[in-house]
């Protein structure tokens, strides 16, 4: 079946300044502004533009998260996604979602689909985890592709060009494989009028974890949260030599 | 369009598709239109790729239904739509409303599948845009005296006269042109018609040099002998007066709606400046003088809002809405000049000058009050439409 499965995940707008919770225990997300998070707005792109140059039949938005997740998700059919699945965590138990949980979510999913292709976003912008793709793809015993900048399908094979610390490395892996999607994959397209008209139509399942078989008790827990620590003042110098003086007296060289 | 039980809680909330499709142009207009918008002002600009681009989203023909190649969504979702556009560049936003209301509001109104077909579906997509010639030198609010005329000879229209004040002019595709067939039935004698342009016989006078909307082509279109098919005429030989009348009336939502993104920008703007602006050793956002007139600007612009969906919702459930249409441009064109002004005012000196967007909303917002209907003749329409209601 070839079938695509995006995941997308609901967070903190990037513009809005994040401010943490007066009891430490997280972030204000209370009458906060939530958007997709972006790099997953690139995920749904890739996966839709497959689509459209009909290498996959079908490309499934997955969130999970509460009620409102399924704001997410209808975006991403305006972007051009076929369907939804809104799998329901909901109070404490969304609180303490993490990769780990999301990623045995997907797996299961992406056995039920039966999806040839799984794309994610490199990683979210609230936690910053970079998790989810990797443990997806062990889960499931996939190959990955991760940090994709670029993304071809060759028959039952992808070829992926990833951005790393070096360069660019390209790769070859063998379908079903499990993508990530880094920022220069391309750029996602404004969900149009009359994509969203349509997207009214299109259907979104709801299930919980449990009827996935998922246990998603987590196995960590946030101590603490608190704000960076405030930027103090550099001091400028005028010579390279009072700098190098400088940086010995600090004890960093 | 699928007709949308809107109520009254979607004055409070709007429903979901409404706010994604908002969302939408918000985006756009934050990421594509105010970056760009101070060049396409101080270079007078047309935006021909951002057109293209909205033209893509359905943008440029919100109302216009699916078969014909538009977005298929209600007039709610227009007055949103160009709120959101005109947030970011009040020209780009001025060419959506012009579009929508002016050029294709008619012609879906009024014409024959054949002409809708012909004149709308291709400007639907962002590649042409069309505009609405009815003032003339002579007559702006006494729309009722043009003197352009158009005779047959034929199977021709010869049309003759000057229209001034035409935005969109120097980069439309077509126009909509009121003229008259016989002077002698004054405003019962004035037709409708559709010219292509360029087209022999339509030439363009130049480029007025404007205070505002810069980024907008304004100019008069003269007529000299211009000659078009009989099957040019819009609508039925003497409507030509009521189909203007009923084309402003909606109109007024699409300016209403460009008036409130005008002044929610200037409103943002003021408020940004007000948190990081330090005088007295505070954010100046601390003092009461400043605090006052943030309030009175955002009641400004949240009760034009209000009267400008409620106008749009009327118009969508078929209801009577030309009181209320008039009443939310006058609410809301005011409320953009009120709130430019206030805004360069907290700016202070920043105010002035070009590297804040302030300037550019003050003088954007001033023609709202001015076109498709000035605040005096919205006043007319409101007192009569009133004095109607409660004739003994």
Redesign the interface.
Known sequence: MSRVLVGVKRVIDYAVKVRVKPDHSGVVTDGVKH?MNPFCEIAVEEAVKLKEKKLFKEVVAVSCGPAQAT?TI??AL?MGCDRGIHVEVTGKDYESLGPLQVSKIFAALAKKEEASLVILGKQAIDDDCNQTGQMTAALLDWPQGTFASEVEIEGDKVKVVREIDGGLETIKINMPAVVTADLRLNTPR?????N??K??KKKIANMKPADLGVDIVSRLEVLRVDEPPTRLAGVKVETVDDLVAKLKESGTI | CPSLELSFSSLAELP??HQ??R??CR??ADRELAPIAGKLDKEHLFPAQQVH?LG????MA?EVP?ELGG???DYL?YAL?VEEISRGCGSTGCVVSVNNSLYIGPILKFGTQEQKEQWITPFTTGEKVGCFALSEPGNGSDAGAASTSARQEGDEWVLNGTKAWITNSWDASAVVVFASTDKSLKHKGISAFLVPMPHPGLSLGKKEDKLGIRATSTANIILDDCRIPLGNMLGSPGAGFKIAMQTLDSGRIGIASQALGIAQAALDCAADYAHKRTAFGAPIGKLQAVQFKLADMAVAVESARLLTWKAAMLKDAKKPFTKEAAMAKLAASEAATFCSHQSIQVLGGMGYVTDMPAERHYRDARITEIYEGTSEIQRLVIAGQLLKENAP
């Open positions: 958007s704001e209808r975006t305006a404004y969900a149009t009028l009359p969203i008209m997207a009214k | 979901e598709m994604m499709m969302q939408t985006d756009y681009e893509s989203m359905g943008v919100v699916e977005a298929g969504m979702a739509a």
